[in-house]
Structure formats: structure tokens, C-alpha cells
């Protein structure tokens, strides 16, 4: 028997096995997923560029009404998707931003990048009809759509894994309201209550022009506390004597409830109908976010830090803005309904953060200085144009299409400046400001594409679709290093300067996608359905400049570089690159998938399922160079996801509505991949690589995850009173591929969360308890175990765990007016 007919045995069974296991947990205890929101009224969706319910789409989707939103108290999207099968996003809190890892399809270690505005780059978000990445506030919005599997027809870039759309409320045309609410909730590791205040209101300014606008503002206390932050960096010394009180309140500051977050966000929207055929609304997003430091433990640390401690030597504040201008006109042309979605969009960031293990590591002789403290300041900046316009069919008869165009323009600039304060000089530097390192980055990218689809009707029953989507992307880059200890005379670029630098070509690429799909109507209450789609992501620089020849009298000035394939630096064979490290090419997955959506029980059980087979090809995972072990992405040659996922929702009795999901995936590299984990050589800190072994399981997902929510009502004083538990729980997740170079496996956690809601109609309250059974959950991990070490007298304290909120207890409160 061949390899090929082995791997394709393999397969074949395990989807079988899967299959029928799936059915069996379905059926035994509906564990699912609410297709109906709240009320009974069935959500609508648009994932398909047309309206209609979740049950007569033939594609795995996920729709969470906005009535769903408030009943489960759902903030942020991190709490929407732990109920949403096939999907886990690692919690790390506002100042590293949230990974969304769908269907396992994530190589990189868990504790790389910062995630704050591509959400991990496997899946795209869509505010509205505007691809653009923001974790948003959950307030106002008429649903969220989660897609599960590769979209790269009608979504495009970036959908990799799936793709979720925010769908906001748009102003109407019947009624003048106002709607204000209130929260008030305290962490049980926080010293202070934490608030979110805002208001939402309609205006109809005449029978064919509204305007609806919304305004939040959230004061979240944290709960971390620093308790090593340094009383001046550079003199006060980081490593005291901890068993000697005196001594730490000599060197040392602690600050509480460190990862606070304040929060302003809203919108307003204008909504003009000219005609009946025109419907046009202009929309103005922005979010504010000012973040006091990182969601970590350092309880794994080399210094005596609690679960809920940083182990940190300086503040890491980071803020955080996001806004978007979008436009979207409809036209009904009779034939075919015409869109127009126009969006332009700003990202900055402005951050800090302790980079002194880093620098320590590297054994340049930092260490040497006692009271050794670094920090770095970075600052970004980007800016995105989008336009798509397409045709959507309306004709009658068994063929239907859309086709449309789609143009993307984002250019982005940031810089990172490390400062180490009284190092320059000690060691002899003229560098008055101790600024060490200066890198700075621009880059410009323009992407187009044309789309379409075509679906045939036959016999009533079966479906048939077929899609597609040519792309064309180039980019751009401009990227420079810098060591301003060695250059006295070297003055640190802004932002809008480096904006203003000149980029080279980098890389262009363009290609074709397809989709296919089958689907049957058995009857009424059945449809079963078989999908073949594809997904992609555009290649980009890593955003480090090339190195030059070694130079052994000016080693630590040439090592923070990148190399080209072949090119050594420094005397040993080790120091030669297999690859290009200053950039890494695009990615693709194909999804082969089969499903069925049900509803049974004269409609009030929904059961859905699906089970799928991904290939990943070129995935694009995170490594290190060569030289002074900067993180950098890299192709690996491939890797593979196959799993099976359930939802269903359940009403055996009006009062009762009973609602959960179950998933299960394995992944894994399907190639050798040379260099792919980084770690550390101890004693001491010599970079170490690990190779990527076939077979190896992918890190930063769990093989299962299951979710439920029960909500029960009852009549109280003429009003309703309803009761509401929800259980999301997730199997233990690698957090290197393979649990390779130190890693940690993460443990197995489950989050409940309780709520008793009083509804007299025009006014709601609410008492709530988040982690009732305060669960202590680690979610991510920074570094590993192998840097537990000091050197010099220093505590490296890189290894930490990104953990979720302890339990939490608040009350909700929401009041609606009519202003007419």
C-alpha cells in the first residue's frame, strides 16, 4: 500500500469516526449553539451578500443577535466566540491584543506578537461592510456573524480560517428613542469598582433621513498588580534582597491593579432613503483605549510573584485608537441590487514596555551595570482605504450571481526606541537620552481583486455554486536599524517622518481562488450541504534590515540584522541562514468540508453540524534570526487541521431555552520545518533552535472545547424575572509546536458565568457573577522555563502566563425612552 492510500485511509476514517461520535453527543445532550435570538424571532444574516436565515445558509455560520448579546452580558468579542464551536481566542488582556485561532490553523508560539490590530492574521473582521481589524465594544450592534472556514471569495485577504462581520444597528425611520445603561463591577483581585457608562439614541429628522448615534465609556479597574516596578531605572536597584523589607521598599515602587483600561468608543450614522431604490448611510466609528500594563503572572518567574503579579521592572502603558469613516449606498437596480461600501480607517498605538531581559539574554554585558534597567517606547501608525463594489442578483429564475470588485490601500509606519537608562554612561557613551536601539519601519500595500459567483437551482432541491476571486497585491517596504550609543550626533525620527521615507519594492504576488459548493434540501427542516473553498493571506517584510559583513570589533552594532539565504555572519558555519529572514512569502488553505443543518421537534430543537479536512500550504509561522534571536515570520513547507463541530439551541418549554456547542480538531505540520522553535541553551543564553517535526500538533488551540447557556423565565410583580448560567470550557492547548524548546502545556479551564435580570419593559436590571467558581486560568504563555536563570546577580523573569480575569460580580442596568 502506497504512503498516499495510508494518509488517505487515515483520513477517511477518522472523518467517519468523527462523524458519528458528533451525531451521538448531538443527539445525547443538545450542547448547541442559539440560531434564534432571544425572543424566537430567527436571525437574519448577509454573509452571503444576501438575507436570509442562519438554517437556509449553506455554510458553517454562527449568528449572535444582539438581544443574545445582552443576555449573556457579552462585552467584547472574546466573550461571544467562547461560545461559538470551532474557534478560541487567547485571552491576553487589551495591551497585547486577542489571537482568534479558528479550526487549530495557528503555528506560532502563543506568547509571539501583539495581535492589536490583525487579531493573529488567520481571520478578517468586517465592521459593517469594511474590512478592518478592531476588537470592539459590543454596544448597539444588530448582530455579529462568525464564518467558520476559509472565505476568500467574497471576503478576500486575510480569511485564512474564516472571517466575522459586525453588523451595527442603522438609524430608523419609525421612531425617536433614547436607550441609556449603566454597569458597576469589581474584580476579586481589584481594590477599586470598575463602571461602564453610555447611551444610545435615534433621531427621525424626517420620514427618509435618521440619525442614530451611540456613546461608551468604560473605566475598568485591572486587577495585576506590579510590585517590582524599579523607583528610578537605572539607579535603583531591579534584584534587591526580597527576604529584606527595607531593602525592596528601597529600590522597589509596587503599583496595583496595573492593567486598567479606560475606554471611549461610539459612533454616529446618518441615514438618508432619497428614493425607495437608494438607501445610503454614512457612519463615523472611533474607540479609544488607554491600557495600564500587561493581563500576566509571573508566578513562574524567578522572583517571589503571586497568580495575579507581574513580575515587570518598569509601567507598560500602551494606548490604543481606532477610527473608520465608512460609507455604504444600495441601490435596487430591479435586476440586481447594486452596493457600494467606501471606508477609510486610522490605527496608532503608543506604547511602553520592560525590555530589559531581552537585552540581559543576549549577554552583550548589560548585566555587567548593577542597577541595569531597560525599557522600549514604540509607536505606530496605520492607514487603510478600502472600496468594494458589487451586483447581487434579484431576478427570478434557478440562476443566480453576484460579481464585484474590491480595492485595498494600507500604508503603515512605526518605529521602536530601547533606552537604558544610565547605561551610556557607565559604560562610556556619549548619549545623554541612553537611547541604545532605533528601528524604524514603513511600508505601503495595494491589493485588488474581482469576485463572483454563480449559484443554479435544480429540481427545486439542489443548489449548486461556484465562485471565484483573481487578486493582485505589491508592497512596498522601507526598514532601517540604528545604535545611537555609537553615533552621538543620531537624532530619533517621528512617526510622520518615517512616513515620509521613500519605499522599495518587496514583494508582489497574485493568484486565483475558488469555492464550491453542493447543497440539498431533504425538506423543510433539513438541508445538507458539501463545501470546497480556499483562503489566503498576503506575504509581507519582517520589518528588519539586511546585515552587513560581520565585523568582530562591532559585533553588537551588526547584530541586530536579518540574513539572506546563504549569507554568513561571523566566523562559525552556524551563523549562515537557510532563508531569507527579512521577509516571508503568502499563505493558503483549502477546506473540504461536509454539513447539515436540522431543525427537529415541531422546531424547537436547531442541530447543526460539519465536519471539514484543511489543507494549510507555505503557512507562515514565527521563528528567530540568526543573529541576536529577533522575531521574525518565516514559511513553513505545510500543515493540516481536521475536525468536526456541533451546535444546536433547544426550547422543550416556552419558559426555557437551553443553547450550547462541542468542537473537536487535530492539527498538524505536515513537513519537517528547520529552525522553527526558539528557545535557550541554559546554563546561559545561547540560542537554541528546534526543528518542526511531521506530525507535530499545532500550538495555541484546544482538540475540544464545549459550551452551554440555560436561560429560564418566570413572571415576578407583573414582570419578568430570568435566570441565566453559562459554562464555556476548553482542553489543554501546546504552547510551541509540538511542546518543543521549554513549553508549556497549558491545563484544561472552564469559565462559568451566572446573571438574575428583572425586565419591566421600558427598564431592565441586572445582577451578574463572571468566573463563579474564580477558575484560575492560564491562557497564553511568555517565553518558558529554560529562562529561569540569573546571570550577574540578575533575575531574567521573561517566563510568565497571560490568565484570565479572576471572578467578578456587577450589576447591569438599561433604561429606554421614547422621544416622540
Keep these: 500500500m502506497s504512503k498516499k492510500m495510508r494518509q488517505n485511509m487515515k483520513t477517511n ?152 462581520r459586525y453588523i451595527p444597528k442603522k438609524p430608523d425611520f419609525e421612531a425617536s428613542t433614547l436607550s441609556v445603561r449603566s454597569e458597576l463591577y469589581q474584580y476579586e483581585e481589584a481594590d477599586d469598582l470598575s463602571t461602564d457608562v453610555g447611551f444610545t439614541f435615534n433621531t427621525v429628522v424626517a420620514d427618509n433621513f435618521a440619525i442614530r448615534g451611540s456613546f461608551d465609556f468604560r473605566n475598568d479597574s485591572g486587577f495585576i498588580d506590579y510590585p517590582f516596578v524599579v523607583l528610578e531605572p537605572g539607579v535603583s536597584n531591579p534584584d534587591p534582597d526580597f527576604s529584606d523589607p527595607a531593602d525592596v521598599a528601597a529600590n522597589l515602587s509596587p503599583q496595583e491593579d496595573v492593567n486598567s483600561e479606560e475606554t471611549y468608543s461610539g459612533r454616529i450614522a446618518a441615514r438618508w432613503q432619497p428614493i425607495d431604490a437608494i438607501d445610503a448611510t454614512l457612519t463615523y466609528y472611533f474607540q479609544r483605549t488607554d491600557i495600564g500594563g500587561r493581563q500576566i503572572s509571573s508566578a513562574r518567574s524567578t522572583v517571589p510573584a503571586g497568580k495575579y503579579e507581574s513580575a515587570k521592572r518598569v509601567e507598560e502603558p500602551n494606548q490604543i485608537q481606532n477610527e473608520l469613516i465608512a460609507l455604504e449606498v444600495i441601490a435596487d437596480l430591479g435586476f440586481a441590487e447594486l452596493t457600494s461600501a467606501t471606508g477609510y480607517s486610522r490605527f496608532e498605538d503608543d506604547g511602553q514596555r520592560d525590555q530589559t531581559d531581552l537585552l540581559i539574554t543576549l549577554e552583550y554585558s548589560y548585566e555587567s551595570f548593577p ?317 537554541a533552535f528546534f526543528d518542526g517535526e511531521k506530525g507535530d500538533r499545532l500550538p495555541g488551540s484546544p482538540e475540544n472545547q464545549f459550551s452551554f447557556f440555560a436561560s429560564y423565565e418566570q413572571p415576578f410583580l407583573d414582570n419578568t424575572l430570568t435566570y441565566n448560567f453559562g459554562y464555556a470550557w476548553q482542553d489543554d492547548i501546546l504552547t510551541t509546536t509540538g511542546g518543543r524548546g521549554g513549553s508549556l502545556t497549558l491545563d484544561s479551564y472552564g469559565i462559568a458565568n451566572g446573571s438574575v435580570v428583572y425586565d419591566a419593559g421600558s427598564w431592565k436590571g441586572s445582577l451578574f457573577v463572571n468566573n463563579l467558581f474564580d477558575e484560575y486560568a492560564e491562557t497564553g504563555v511568555i517565553g518558558n522555563s529554560l529562562y529561569n536563570q540569573t546571570i550577574a546577580g540578575a533575575n531574567v523573569r521573561t517566563f510568565a502566563t497571560h490568565v484570565a480575569a479572576p471572578r467578578t460580580i456587577g450589576v447591569r442596568f438599561t433604561y429606554d425612552f421614547s422621544l416622540d
Design 13 to 164: 476514517l477518522f472523518l467517519k469516526s468523527v462523524s458519528a461520535g458528533a451525531i451521538a453527543v448531538a443527539m445525547a445532550a443538545p450542547t448547541a449553539y442559539a440560531q434564534t435570538d432571544g425572543d424566537d424571532d430567527v436571525i437574519v444574516v448577509t454573509a452571503t451578500r444576501r438575507a436570509e436565515t442562519v438554517q437556509d445558509v449553506p455554510i458553517n455560520i454562527a449568528a449572535i443577535g444582539g438581544a443574545q448579546i445582552e443576555e449573556q452580558g457579552f462585552d467584547e468579542l472574546s466573550d461571544v466566540l467562547a461560545y461559538v464551536p470551532g474557534i478560541n481566542v487567547v485571552d491576553r488582556g487589551g495591551r497585547q491584543g486577542n489571537p482568534i485561532i479558528v479550526r487549530g490553523l495557528n503555528a506560532d508560539a502563543l506568547g509571539s506578537g501583539d495581535g492589536n490590530n490583525d487579531g493573529g492574521g488567520t481571520v478578517a473582521t468586517y465592521l459593517g461592510e469594511i474590512p478592518v481589524y478592531i476588537d470592539l465594544k459590543l454596544n448597539d450592534l444588530e448582530r455579529v456573524e462568525v464564518l467558520l472556514g476559509p472565505q476568500g471569495t467574497l471576503y478576500g485577504a486575510g480569511t485564512l480560517g474564516g472571517a466575522i
Design 371 to 687: 542597577t541595569f534597567t531597560a525599557f522600549t517606547r514604540e509607536k505606530g501608525l496605520e492607514e487603510r482605504i478600502n472600496q468594494e463594489v458589487r451586483l447581487v442578483s434579484k431576478h427570478d429564475g434557478p440562476f443566480s450571481w453576484i460579481i464585484g470588485g474590491f480595492y485595498n490601500e494600507l500604508e503603515t509606519a512605526n518605529f521602536s526606541a530601547e533606552y537604558t537608562p544610565g547605561y551610556a554612561d557607565f559604560a562610556g557613551f556619549d548619549r545623554p537620552d541612553d537611547l541604545e536601539y532605533f528601528s524604524q519601519f514603513h511600508s505601503y500595500l495595494e491589493e485588488t481583486a474581482f469576485f463572483g459567483e454563480v449559484s443554479l437551482e435544480l429540481f427545486e432541491r439542489l443548489t449548486l455554486t461556484a465562485g471565484g476571486r483573481t487578486y493582485d497585491y505589491e508592497l512596498e517596504t522601507y526598514d532601517a536599524v540604528d545604535f545611537p550609543l555609537f553615533d552621538p550626533g543620531f537624532v530619533a525620527l517621528t512617526v510622520d517622518q518615517i512616513k515620509n521615507i521613500d519605499t522599495s519594492p518587496n514583494q508582489s504576488d497574485d493568484g486565483t481562488l475558488f469555492k464550491f459548493n453542493a447543497s440539498y434540501e431533504v425538506n423543510s427542516d433539513l438541508l445538507v450541504y458539501a463545501t470546497v473553498s480556499e483562503g489566503y493571506r498576503i506575504g509581507a517584510s519582517n520589518g528588519i534590515a539586511t546585515c552587513d559583513d560581520f565585523d568582530p570589533m562591532a559585533p553588537v552594532m551588526q547584530g541586530a540584522c536579518a540574513l539572506l539565504p546563504g549569507q554568513a555572519f561571523g566566523p562559525g558555519a552556524n551563523d549562515i541562514s537557510d532563508r531569507d529572514e527579512t521577509q516571508f512569502g503568502p499563505d493558503q488553505t483549502t477546506n473540504y468540508e461536509i454539513g447539515v443543518k436540522s431543525q427537529l421537534l415541531d422546531n424547537t430543537l436547531t442541530l447543526n453540524g460539519a465536519v471539514y479536512y484543511i489543507e494549510w500550504t507555505d503557512p507562515q509561522v514565527s521563528s528567530a534570526t540568526v543573529n541576536a534571536s529577533l522575531p521574525i515570520t518565516v514559511n513553513a513547507d505545510g500543515a493540516e487541521s481536521r475536525g468536526a463541530e456541533i451546535s444546536a439551541a433547544w426550547r422543550p418549554i416556552p419558559a426555557l431555552n437551553l443553547r450550547g456547542s462541542f468542537s473537536h480538531v487535530e492539527t498538524e505540520l505536515t513537513a519537517p520545518v528547520p529552525d522553527l522553535v526558539r528557545s535557550i541553551t541554559p546554563p546561559g543564553f545561547g540560542t
